[in-house]
């Protein structure tokens, strides 16, 4: 019989509660372990959507940003600065330990022992900005996050993504680069305001100083203003930028990067010294590092040449740029006050304001662009005595204009209280001198003879007015100047200078060309022909030559890039540049080597490799003998009183060169240049221009030029049609100097305005200077050249004569005595145009060539500016 009491029963029987309570148990279990599941799932799903769209931290191995480039004079002067962002980049070892500070103290203290992250900053920055809602979220970015923000992803949006981004990128930064590099891209990449990144920089911009001359509270300056350059712009914004210098400078105290004291003591000082001088283009080298900018962006491209951290070294000499700049000045202004009236004021200020006071209302007109820092604006306070004020470093002064000048401004007008004009101090105290800007412009090219280095070059009264470089892009033509060319060309043909041709009237169809004398002398040497610039001699002279031969030559020389073969050309009826003449006079001094004008030395690399060097010239060695060390001295040059001449100079013994099997006993290795350049034309024929060229100078067209010169000198007038242009071209046998002047649009100078007389004197006065601490050189006789003194029917001479030319005579050429009789078509050359017509375009108009034709021939007339057709165009080179 079974009961409620059978074995097997311990106790109640469990109810259905606690079944349920288990259940429910395992659901919980069951959905938490699917949320964490999940959720670890999602969560590693954003992680590789995010990390597989991360860029490669590997790039900064090798991180090279947008770097300035920089160009600097031959004394390694920084001249100026090509960027599209202003960045100089520092290794972190030059990178002193207070700027480093600096940035690390408000930026990120804990930086060199987190690992990319700073939990510490985050939870602090966190709950400040709990307690202070609505101001701006206060950030925990260290500097590798900052890195990693700037560098890699170039995005400062404020969204959760970018943070998650940038906090992966910080820790991958961490194990792949050490804390130092990290550092030196970050302190070299961030920007600072005013246009400058990086810190080397930034110090440049705001103290014109190197990074290892700031001081503590410079340095805490630029560390101030990452957090906001525009913010703390110290220009804009002092005090704020006060109050930010001073706070990083207790932080770097907090941090033991200095002394309390020392930080006390930079709250003292000013946020930018009142001396500052911000860095700028060196003064009056504009032209020249303009067109260096436009070489190293035709050679690299824009990216490279503005990007690529360049390192130009130019050959710039400082002191040569500075006298070329104020001699053309010069010049300019004298032709300006000689041939023009006072133009007036600048502008008006009432009288009232004058009454007043005169210095804030002065202080509140603009200059005009073509004033010179030399010159101050004044205001006039009494016009009867000339009696006016100016503001000198913002001090107000008063003077009187000098009494030459006040009549010159009398003659064009009149002044009146509250005139503003242009003045220059004077070295006499209380004195001005009354400025206007001129009209008429110039250029200058000086150069070395025997490398082709420019050292100095204008392109204008002021690159401030206008950036037209008129040395290297001014196509004008060259007149006169032109004239050593074909007279080269004769030497080369073995034309003596004593040879005679006949300075008669001529006439080509309509071309009626004359002296510019309007004289005639009958048979004339070249000697006397060159150095009184005689038209018709050069003219019969060019016919007789060719004219495709006088243009191979103006080629070949680097004078012209082409050239129409037509008479009118021979008397520099062709368009050149002052550069290029300047290359074509270098390549006479050095004895017919090719001279090509370089404004570069070398271009190096941010590693410091070198890209680029001229070609042509280069340092190599060869092995002297003991007894080859001294220079064999020579006859000494006639004074104009012997009848014949050695070489006119002690010429040094070329150096021994032995074959490597055979050496001279005794020899030692000396450096040797290495001339590679072209060989133009005979050094003898150079030589034989020179020496006429000198009588230019001493008694020709040429002697304003010379004038207080002792030295060895050769150069030419230069005068183009209806005085357009005026050129001095000379040299000695170191430095070429050539000299422009002439109107933007072609106009003429004036009459007998020629380049002896306005651009002589520019020349003689830059060349003093250039003389200034160089030794005094002679022209270099060639072997086999005999000097000798002649009577040239005008006057007793001395020329360079080849080994086989008779000195000082004149012989038969082509059958008709000297040139003196008829010219046939075919010495003139007409015979290569259909009719006359086709030579008879004035020396006045310009001449161009047809692209497919010949280099030098196929010549078409075009119109110049202003110029007037004519029958009797006169004198087509002038003087």
Do not use: C
Request: proline letters at 7%; zero cysteines; a neutral charge.
């Amino acid at each position: 019989m079974g009961g409620r009491g059978a074995p097997g029963h311990s106790g109640p029987p469990r109810g259905p509660r606690y079944r349920r309570w288990r259940q429910g148990l395992a659901i919980a279990a069951g959905v938490v372990l699917v949320g964490v599941v999940g959720s670890g799932l999602f969560v590693w799903h954003q992680y590789e959507q995010i990390a597989s769209d991360l860029p490669s931290v590997d790039t900064l191995k090798t991180y090279q940003p947008p770097t300035v480039s920089r160009i600097y004079t031959s004394d390694d002067r920084l001249m100026a600065e090509l960027a599209a962002e202003r960045r100089i980049y520092m290794p972190i070892n030059a990178i002193p330990e207070r700027v480093k500070n600096a940035f690390i103290a408000p930026e990120d203290q804990n930086f060199y022992t987190h690992a990319g992250l700073d939990p510490l900053a985050i939870i602090r920055a966190e709950l400040t900005n709990l307690t202070h809602r609505g101001k701006r979220a206060l950030g925990a970015s260290t500097i590798t996050q900052q890195v990693a923000r700037n560098m890699l992803l170039n995005s400062s949006a404020r969204t959760l993504e970018r943070k998650e981004k940038e906090a992966l990128l910080a820790l991958r930064i961490e194990q792949t680069l050490t804390k130092n590099k990290i550092l030196e891209i970050y302190l070299n990449g961030i920007y600072l305001g005013n246009g400058a990144y990086g810190v080397a920089a930034a110090a440049q911009t705001y103290f014109n100083k190197p990074l290892d001359q700031l001081t503590d509270a410079e340095a805490a300056f630029l560390g101030a203003l990452p957090k906001s350059p525009a913010n703390y712009n110290p220009y804009r914004h002092p005090e704020r930028a006060i109050e930010r210098r001073n706070w990083v400078l207790d932080r770097m105290a907090e941090i033991h990067a200095i002394t309390r004291e020392a930080a006390e003591a930079g709250h003292q000082e000013p946020i930018i010294p009142h001396d500052a001088v911000r860095f700028g283009p060196l003064a009056n080298a504009e032209w020249f590092g303009s067109e260096v900018r436009r070489q190293l962006i035709d050679r690299y491209g824009p990216d490279r040449a503005m990007q690529g951290g360049l390192e130009v070294h130019t050959s710039l000499d400082r002191k040569l740029q500075d006298a070329a700049t104020l001699s053309l000045r010069q010049g300019l202004m004298e032709y300006d006050r000689s041939h023009s009236r006072w133009r007036g004021a600048v502008t008006k200020l009432h009288d009232p304001i004058v009454a007043n006071g005169w210095v804030a209302p002065l202080k509140e007109v603009t200059a005009p662009s073509g004033m010179i820092d030399q010159w101050r604006l004044a205001v006039v306070l009494n016009p009867a005595q000339g009696r006016v004020g100016w503001l000198s470093h913002g001090v107000a002064q008063e003077g009187q204009i000098l009494a030459k000048d006040l009549t010159w401004v009398r003659s064009g007008g009149s002044l009146s209280t509250g005139d503003v004009i242009m003045v220059e101090p004077q070295a006499e105290a209380g004195r001005v001198a009354v400025r206007q800007v001129p009209k008429v412009e110039g250029a200058l090219v000086s150069l070395d003879a025997r490398t082709g280095r420019v050292l100095a070059m204008v392109g204008g009264w002021s690159f401030k007015e206008s950036q037209f470089n008129r040395a290297t892009q001014a196509q004008r033509q060259p007149g006169s100047s032109f004239k050593p060319f074909v007279y080269l060309d004769a030497m080369e043909r073995g034309i003596p200078p004593s040879e005679k041709f006949d300075d008669a009237p001529v006439s080509y169809g309509d071309w009626h060309p004359k002296n510019y004398e309007k004289d005639n002398w009958g048979p004339t040497t070249l000697h006397d022909a060159l150095r009184e610039s005689r038209n018709l001699v050069t003219i019969r002279l060019a016919a007789h030559l060719g004219m495709k031969s006088v243009a191979d030559m103006a080629i070949s020389i680097g004078l012209v890039d082409k050239m129409p073969h037509v008479l009118p050309a021979a008397l520099g009826a062709v368009e050149t540049t002052v550069l290029k003449e300047a290359g074509a006079y270098a390549t006479i001094a050095s004895g017919g080597r090719l001279v090509t004008p370089t404004l570069i030395d070398s271009v190096l690399d941010r590693d410091g490799t070198v890209l680029w060097k001229p070609d042509g010239l280069g340092l190599g060695t060869t092995m002297q003998a003991p007894d080859q060390t001294a220079p064999v001295p020579q006859p000494a040059p006639p004074a104009g009183t012997a009848d014949a001449a050695a070489p006119s100079a002690a010429t040094p013994a070329p150096p021994v060169t032995p074959t490597a099997t055979e050496p001279v006993a005794g020899s030692v290795e000396v450096p040797q240049v290495q001339d590679n350049r072209r060989q133009v034309v005979s050094a003898d024929s150079a030589y034989q221009i020179t020496a006429m060229m000198q009588d230019v100078i001493a008694r020709g067209t040429g002697q304003i030029a010379g004038k207080g010169i002792t030295r060895d000198i050769a150069g030419k007038t230069g005068t183009s049609q209806d005085f357009r242009d005026a050129w001095f071209a000379g040299f000695t046998p170191d430095i070429v100097t050539v000299v422009w002047l002439g109107f933007d649009t072609p106009q003429s100078l004036g009459k007998n305005e020629t380049g002896g007389r306005i651009a002589g004197p520019i020349w003689n006065r830059f060349m003093k200077v250039a003389f200034e601490g160089r030794p005094e050189l002679k022209f270099r006789v060639p072997e086999g050249i005999t000097l000798a003194r002649y009577d040239t029917g005008r006057l007793m001479a001395v020329d360079a004569f080849k080994a086989d030319q008779v000195p000082g005579m004149s012989i038969a050429l082509n059958g008709f005595g000297a040139g003196t009789e008829a010219l046939t078509a075919a010495d003139t050359g007409t015979d290569l145009y259909d009719t006359e017509n086709d030579m008879a375009t004035a020396p006045g108009q310009a001449w161009t060539t047809d692209p497919g034709g010949e280099t030098s021939g196929g010549a078409k007339k075009l119109q110049a500016p202003n110029a007037q057709l004519q029958g009797d165009i006169g004198m087509g080179g002038l003087y």
